[in-house]
Every structure is written in structure tokens, then in C-alpha cells.
């Protein structure tokens, strides 16, 4: 990922983070870390090449799904977790992502990071911490909010 990144550290920074909540939240639920942290990682890849107005969150996904898909084959990832990986990034954020447990811890670090990036901005920790209750899908995201934000 960072190599892909190349010097946009503000992207690596975020995905990291993505990743670094997803594994606490990951544990809580009991979910498979391998294929959640590849997912976290991986899950918005495309963003790099894919920001003009016409590119829509379809094209993102299948750019993702794509990078994504050639970075974990010259990792030499099995076949089977090259497979789910590429399944979640493309249910991630659909109505579908709720029958997969790695979708919904990834959805709670993602939302958890965007609460950060909110906070610093506001100011407003009143409003932040009311927006952690509805916001997150699962308990063991609620829990690591709870840890970091209060």
C-alpha cells in the first residue's frame, strides 16, 4: 500500500488508521484478521487514479478492486483470500455488507477515522460524542470509541 502511495503520506496516514481501528475493533469481534486487515488496507486503493469528476464510486471500486487484486497476487496470496478480499472491497458500503462481519468492522474504523478528522475540525465534543451511538454498526466499535474519545 505505501508503495503505491508512493509520498501522499496524507492517504497513508488515513489508511492506517483505518486499519489500526478495524484491528482493535476486529478482535472485540472475533472476526478474520487476515482478510480484515487486507481488506482495510485495500479497500479504497483506486482513489489514487481515480478523482475526476466523472469517476464514479462503481469505477472506484472496480479500480480497487482491480489494484487490489494485483498487489495480494504479487504478494502470492492464496487464491481463495485473493478472492474474498476482492468480494468485500465490492460489497463494502452496499446493502450486502451486512451479512459480512469483516464489512462491518471495516465500516465502524472507517466511520471512526472520519469522526477523528470531524473532531479535530469542530472542535465540537458534545456533538461528536451523541454521533458515536448512531454512527457504528457494531459493539466492539462502539467500545473502541468509547476507549479513544472519552
Known sequence: MK???????????????V???AEAIGKKEKVNMGLLLCTA??????TGELRSPSGSDQDLKA???DI???????????????????????IFGTDDAGSCPECLV???AVQLVSLEEQRKKQNADDQFCGQLE?????????LTAQELFT
Open 106 to 108: 471495516l465500516s465502524d
Open 63 to 65: 479500480r480497487s478492486i
Open 3 to 17: 508503495r503505491y502511495y508512493k509520498n501522499d503520506f496524507r492517504k497513508i496516514g488515513r489508511v492506517s488508521r
Open 41 to 46: 488496507y485495500l479497500h479504497n486503493i483506486g
Open 134 to 142: 448512531s454512527k457504528l454498526l457494531t459493539t466492539g466499535g462502539r
Open 68 to 90: 487490489a487484486s494485483e498487489i495480494l497476487e504479487k504478494l502470492g496470496a492464496k487464491e481463495q483470500i485473493k478472492d474474498e478480499v476482492c468480494r468485500q472491497i465490492e
Open 19 to 21: 486499519a489500526s481501528y
